[in-house]
């Protein structure tokens, strides 16, 4: 009764453009209530835990997302890209998924010593030993779930990731309430994964086994093996800082860096998530008309700027009177490096798209190149540069690493693979990118300091009023139609 009552409240249909624009609805509404909660659970850990705490967290889940990106098989976002029917492929690529996770649960146990050895953190052993339950969790989940993204059926997804949420927030509240220590961090992980695991086979109907069809698994590698090299590239360039701060500045600072680069990208890391979900599998299926998916890609990142780019202004402005009335003087120290930080967040905003567009054509090698070429530069600069300005430093060589290959990958994608003009990328860039200028001088120059609660709510709204009517009148003198275009999207979701 339960699945057949969800299976009615989240029937969808109508066109592509509407159904992708019902399914960014859905995942942007799951991303605000998570972050809801998510910000809510971290203004109370952070709050009764150390910063300490959030580095043996951090060092944990490091150990983890190594082993998961080095053995990632690229098995959904092949199923995701392929147009023809995908059942078939199912059972063989959860088994697969099934014998990796158990391969890793073993290696992250026995690792684990070695791990914190290597971090000179002997506490974070039992928490990386406990942490590979979660691979496990993640393993056996029900991979017909695959469909509520290739389909654009993200309302399901909406009911799937948020029962995770949920119980995430309220075992890790509820833990540190108790315990006060690290643990509730690692109790609220395993809630929220155990939790999806066992929703993914109430809501979704198709029931996977255990399969010998290894042909089926390597045709979804042959595509996957790609997205394996450039997940392993983004892992170095995203997750490199943290090892590289965590083993030369040590736990405490890796607090410091982890919690200003969550902070700093939440625009940036909410907008990316929401916009490649929804458009990689809409692109996807526009693959074989360029001239439609040029125009998608143009809107979207039109969209996208217009969003990120106000979010990292008004972050960039007020971060430090954020930093002390929500987390507390004992976090200040990361102000600087959150305000390099959210300038990487804005471009990783903008480079979301690229991504898609070249894994949806097919070509997620030219991806790999580039994101070897940002790698390169990375591993060049953090060095020098952190040695000299610790976690600032850190965070100076991931935006430079970030802004050199940016313009080349803007480039490839609309020039040669949507056979458009750059000229179309500065235009619907220009007046989002103007107004936060604009808005950001404002603040920074009428914005007294040490505001209180009210005070800080007060320079937020009056920010964005500022951005918007910037925004409103800069898009009426030059005509680009950025209102227009979102009016039209809202419609889209009540269609």
């Excluded at 073993?106 to 990386?128: M, R, T, V």
């Excluded at 969550?262 to 001239?291: C, G, W």
Aim: aromatic share 12%; with cysteine.
């Amino acid at each position: 009764m339960l699945r057949k009552s969800i299976n009615n409240l989240t029937k969808s249909g109508g066109s592509l453009s509407q159904r992708t624009v019902r399914g960014g609805f859905w995942v942007f509404s799951l991303r605000i209530v998570q972050q809801l909660f998510g910000f809510t659970r971290l203004i109370i850990l952070a709050r009764i835990l150390a910063p300490g705490d959030f580095g043996l967290m951090g060092i944990a889940l490091l150990t983890m997302s190594t082993l998961e990106t080095f053995s990632q098989t690229g098995f959904q976002a092949a199923l995701i890209q392929k147009n023809k029917d995908i059942e078939s492929y199912l059972d063989a690529a959860w088994t697969v998924l099934i014998l990796r996770g158990l391969v890793l649960f073993g290696i992250l146990y026995f690792a684990a010593p070695f791990a914190a050895s290597f971090f000179d953190a002997p506490e974070a052993k039992p928490i990386i030993q406990v942490i590979g339950f979660s691979v496990l969790l993640q393993a056996f989940t029900n991979i017909g779930v695959i469909y509520f993204q290739k389909e654009l059926e993200f309302n399901k997804e909406f009911i799937y990731q948020f029962a995770g949420t949920l119980a995430d927030f309220i075992v890790a509240v509820s833990a540190v309430l108790i315990l006060r220590n690290v643990w509730a961090l690692v109790f609220g992980l395993l809630a929220g994964n155990a939790v999806r695991c066992f929703m993914s086979y109430l809501i979704h109907p198709y029931r996977p086994r255990l399969s010998r069809d290894l042909a089926k698994a390597k045709e979804l590698f042959g595509y996957g093996k790609w997205i394996l090299g450039s997940s392993i590239l983004v892992f170095l360039i995203t997750q490199g800082d943290d090892i590289f701060v965590g083993k030369l500045l040590g736990v405490a600072a890796l607090g410091f860096y982890q919690m200003a680069y969550r902070i700093s990208n939440m625009p940036a890391t909410e907008i990316t998530h929401v916009i490649s979900q929804v458009t990689f599998p809409a692109y996807s299926k526009l693959q074989s008309d360029i001239p439609k998916l040029r125009e998608a890609y143009l809107r979207v990142l039109q969209f996208t700027a217009f969003l990120s780019f106000p979010l990292a202004g008004l972050i960039f402005v007020l971060a430090p009177d954020f930093t002390m009335i929500f987390l507390g003087e004992k976090w200040m120290q990361m102000v600087p490096a959150m305000q390099v930080l959210v300038l990487w967040g804005v471009i990783r905003s903008i480079g979301v798209h690229h991504g898609s567009i070249l894994q949806a054509v097919g070509k997620p090698d030219i991806l790999t190149k580039l994101n070897i070429i940002k790698l390169a530069i990375l591993v060049i600069l953090i060095y020098p540069l952190s040695i000299k300005w610790g976690i600032v430093g850190a965070s100076l060589s991931v935006l430079m690493s970030a802004i050199s290959i940016t313009p080349t990958a803007l480039y490839i994608t609309i020039s040669k693979i949507l056979m458009g003009k750059m000229s179309m990328i500065c235009k619907i860039m220009l007046i989002p990118f103007v107004s936060t200028l604009f808005m950001t001088l404002f603040l920074g120059a009428f914005t007294i300091k040490n505001l209180s609660l009210i005070e800080f709510i007060l320079a937020v709204l009056v920010g964005a009023t500022f951005y918007f009517i910037s925004t409103y009148v800069l898009d009426k003198a030059l005509k680009q139609n950025i209102w227009h275009n979102l009016k039209s999207a809202m419609s889209g979701v009540l269609k």
